[in-house]
């Protein structure tokens, strides 16, 4: 990038025949005097001595050792911190021009970038993204030719700065002062990374290099205490005001973007839930916009299972959206204490959602991240739909892309959301509630991994795996919704959430007595009813009906099953009518003897001729 270095007068000079690599040199030795001064180890002083014995060493690191006595404990540290700000910005140039040419989707890439940490960057993005066929050859060199020519424009800045020093001829003070702007501007090209983040990055390094296993997040209770700034104080007795026009009562739980508290209306005497960005989120853009779009998807929306909107607001340094109360717990919690849900429960709670996405979709809304966290299950076992935080309208064209969360939630996301797919429609939903139909009634996700890019792969690639063999007392009218509506293809899934709605209440009234569904019955049994003489009902009627149905079944077996016979499933055949098997004796025994006649003929034929 940079292609300069100092000559033995103090000045600016150019040199071609270096022994080291002249960009990556100079990019690191720029990024480890940045953070040399970020992390306080030196000052600008310091700086410039470093600076001034860099044409001698050829190195910032070791200038610094010589100049500012730094310790070798520190001068490590600068070294491993330099060389992998200087390869995490190369891969964020790399990973930013990949998603806005929509050559990859946001969750993906932040699957694999999250990969590459768990190694501890033994392997580039590039490398992973082409490892997992996300990319291809040309894609992944057009890419690279964009990001070098954005790297070069991104360096412009750092090489006028640079070509301005001139050590020799000004006062210390002046060269001070322009090594403060230079690498301010080299700081300002890191602010992707911030401290903490680096300082992860350097320690999945060093576990990978030394062999322990992948750092994990902690826990959200290990978190909580952190996450306690994230909202005022819920204080009933406090006489402050901290969100204007509500008196906060109790804290409901707490997340990455902010707290929910409950709190009560003063002018209405309503009991509510009150969300609230974290305030030092609040300074960030994209947080902001994608709060508000929660509230403003909500507010649009009024169906009895979908959370209700009340008041979007802000009070203060605090943005804020109020929204009714839901006397209950998400379906979440409900697996964690219980283990699973039970089967009617299950269909009755994604019964309701599939109404809640069927309002949405007539709205034109795509939820994007439907999952047991965010289906609310009353005590009366109403379900209610919330967290609309990734809810965009179909004519959105673009999406907000912020840094550390993670746009749909692997355990439960789409194929085609996974790989970034432009236009996504409520299918996508379904197949999301699928996932957490399988999850509710087993208590495990359908697929699991040791990283998010290894679950998002198995979504895309691997064959579902059939909910009878974590929990064998299943029905089959549920086995074959959840085999539809995680299809891998949208084609093969529900085309709508009616649809979708329509068919659990059918596996439902079967559970509690009533028909079996129109497509649980197959092509032979509605053969074996017409042979009996049993007259085909129409589609109102077919859904009244053990014996009718129509000839092709809506909703398939699992492809395993197909190929398997029926006494390799445990299932007995399934037994003929007598009347049916009367019929179908005396039409094989009419149908021989009309054969043997038909032989006798052409035999005497021949014998005559």
Not at 259 to 273: F, G, P, Q
Not at 340 to 365: C, F, Y
Request: proline share 6%.
């Amino acid at each position: 990038m940079i292609s300069a270095r100092w000559s033995s007068s103090g000045r600016l000079g150019t040199r071609s025949d270096r022994t080291f690599s002249v960009r990556a040199a100079q990019d690191k030795d720029l990024v480890a005097g940045a953070l040399a001064l970020a992390y306080k180890y030196v000052g600008l002083k310091e700086l410039r001595a470093g600076v001034a014995d860099f044409e001698a060493s050829g190195d910032m690191v070791e200038s610094l050792v010589r100049k500012a006595e730094l310790s070798p404990r520190r001068a490590d540290k600068l070294r491993r911190a330099s060389r992998l700000a200087c390869l995490l910005k190369d891969d964020a140039v790399y990973g930013m021009i990949a998603l806005r040419n929509r050559l990859v989707g946001t969750t993906m890439l932040n699957a694999c970038m999250d990969e590459c940490r768990r190694g501890g960057f033994a392997k580039r993005l590039r490398e992973l993204l082409l490892e997992k066929g996300v990319v291809t050859p040309a894609i992944d060199a057009a890419i690279q030719e964009r990001a070098k020519s954005a790297l070069e424009k991104l360096s412009h800045t750092e090489s006028e700065l640079l070509a301005s020093l001139e050590p020799s001829r000004e006062e210390a003070q002046t060269v001070e002062k322009k090594l403060g702007v230079l690498f301010g501007e080299v700081a300002t090209k890191l602010m992707f990374l911030t401290r903490d983040e680096l300082e992860a990055c350097l320690r999945a390094e060093e576990r990978a290099r030394t062999g322990l296993p992948p750092e994990e997040p902690p826990a959200a209770a290990q978190a909580a205490p952190e996450e306690e700034a994230a909202a005022p104080a819920a204080d009933p007795s406090s006489e402050d005001e901290p969100i204007k026009g509500y008196q906060l009562l109790e804290r409901l739980g707490v997340g990455a973007m902010g707290a929910v508290l409950k709190a009560i209306k003063k002018d209405t005497n309503e009991t509510v839930a009150l969300k609230i960005l974290k305030p030092e989120l609040a300074k960030d853009v994209e947080f902001v916009q994608r709060f508000n779009r929660e509230a403003l998807a909500v507010q649009a929306l009024h169906h009895p299972n979908i959370i209700r909107a009340v008041q979007i607001g802000k009070s203060g340094d605090y943005h804020f959206f109020a929204m009714e109360f839901v006397d209950g717990e998400p379906a979440s919690k409900i697996i964690k204490s219980r283990g699973k849900m039970p089967e009617r429960l299950t269909l009755s709670v994604v019964r309701q959602i599939a109404g809640a996405l069927d309002h949405a979709w007539k709205n034109q809304i795509i939820h994007r991240d439907i999952k047991p966290d965010n289906i609310m299950v009353t005590r009366d076992g109403v379900a209610k739909l919330t967290d609309l935080g990734l809810a965009r309208t179909v004519k959105q064209q673009s999406t907000l892309t912020i840094t550390g969360v993670v746009m749909g939630s692997p355990a439960y996301i789409s194929p085609e959301q996974a790989t970034g797919e432009k236009n996504l429609d409520t299918r996508s939903d379904i197949y999301a509630l699928g996932a957490s139909l399988y999850h509710m009634l087993t208590g495990e996700v359908p697929y699991d991994g040791d990283s998010p890019l290894q679950v998002m792969l198995k979504h895309m690639n691997d064959p579902l795996p059939d909910v009878r063999k974590k929990e064998p007392s299943a029905s089959e009218g549920t086995r074959r919704l959840i085999f539809k509506m995680m299809a891998k293809r949208p084609e093969g899934r529900f085309q709508s959430p009616r649809e979708l709605h329509d068919a659990i209440a059918q596996v439902e009234r079967h559970l509690a007595g009533g028909p079996p569904p129109p497509f649980l019955q197959t092509p032979s049994q509605v053969a074996v009813a017409a042979a009996a003489g049993m007259p085909m009902a129409s589609p109102s009627v077919r859904a009244k009906s053990v014996a009718t149905t129509s000839s092709k079944a809506n909703i398939p077996a699992s492809t395993e099953d197909a190929r398997r016979p029926a006494a390799e499933k445990g299932e007995k055949p399934a037994e003929k009518p007598a009347k049916a098997a009367a019929a179908e004796k005396a039409s094989a025994t009419d149908k021989k003897k009309e054969l043997g006649e038909r032989l006798r003929k052409i035999v005497g034929k021949k014998r005559r001729g």
